[in-house]
């Protein structure tokens, strides 16, 4: 037998844990598969908090360290700034990033810090049972919106690749889908390019995947996934919102 593609060595060998239809282990594979490709598996420091990505530290071959919930972005600063010689990226749900870590997320893209910020938005706190998020759609269902999510007194999902955008100093940002198989090879350059920029000391790089929760939302896998891009799609639109150094090789062009 001829085994054309194998485990990346940016993972361990460790079976993941995550429930049947997760999409988490197609974005730790993203992130393991650019390690391994850029070479930097030895160099790169992880940083995953409280939530389903709390069980990172078990599948990625890199050094990563566990930390209190929302406070992945504080830490990577320290652990940069401590060691510019390495490579730091925070792995995120939107439970933990766009709620209790809002503040050291957005502070964090304000310095532009030299970290690269891998966010996981399924609409819902994934680990802890369900309850309404930032993320959570208008109407949608939650163990803490039995009746769905009423805007009038809870606003609107929060946007992060838009808010983030809009801020002086913030690099790259990119929303990309794992839904289908043509969107995860389109994810997998947004991974590598938000490393590459960590890599070249651009600032902060943020990538924020687009994936479902089959457990929370009571459906199987693919209904899941028919139901994320019919619903949370048009919410969250796909797509790069910034590319600083893009668009100064377009101005350079121009010149």
Request: hydrophobic share 40%; net charge neutral.
């Amino acid at each position: 037998m001829t085994v054309f593609k194998g485990r990346t060595k940016g993972l361990t060998d460790a079976k993941l844990s995550y429930c049947p239809g997760c999409l988490h282990g197609v974005a730790h594979r993203l992130i393991g598969e650019s390690m391994e490709e850029l070479g930097i598996i030895e160099k790169t420091i992880g940083i995953a908090p409280v939530g389903c990505s709390v069980f990172a530290y078990n599948f990625f071959a890199c050094d990563v360290i566990q930390v209190p919930h929302g406070r992945a972005p504080a830490v990577a600063t320290g652990m940069r700034r401590a060691r510019p010689d390495r490579i730091v990226f925070t792995y995120q749900g939107d439970g933990d990033l766009a709620a209790i870590g809002t503040a050291e997320t957005i502070h964090a893209a304000n310095r532009s810090e030299n970290i690269t910020i891998f966010f996981v938005n399924n609409a819902t706190y994934g680990m802890t049972g369900g309850q309404m998020a930032p993320t959570t759609l208008p109407g949608m269902k939650a163990t803490t919106a039995p009746y769905g999510r009423d805007v009038s007194d809870t606003g609107y999902p929060m946007r992060l690749c838009e808010i983030l955008s809009q801020l002086e100093m913030t690099n790259y940002i990119e929303r990309v889908s794992l839904l289908s198989p043509k969107e995860i090879l389109k994810a997998k350059k947004a991974v590598k390019k938000a490393l590459q920029y960590n890599i070249d000391g651009k600032g902060l790089s943020f990538v924020e995947m687009i994936s479902t929760c089959p457990t929370n939302w009571g459906m199987d896998p693919l209904k899941a996934r028919e139901w994320a891009r019919e619903s949370m799609l048009p919410v969250f639109p796909l797509g790069v919102f910034k590319d600083r150094a893009a668009e100064e090789a377009k101005e350079k062009e121009a010149e």
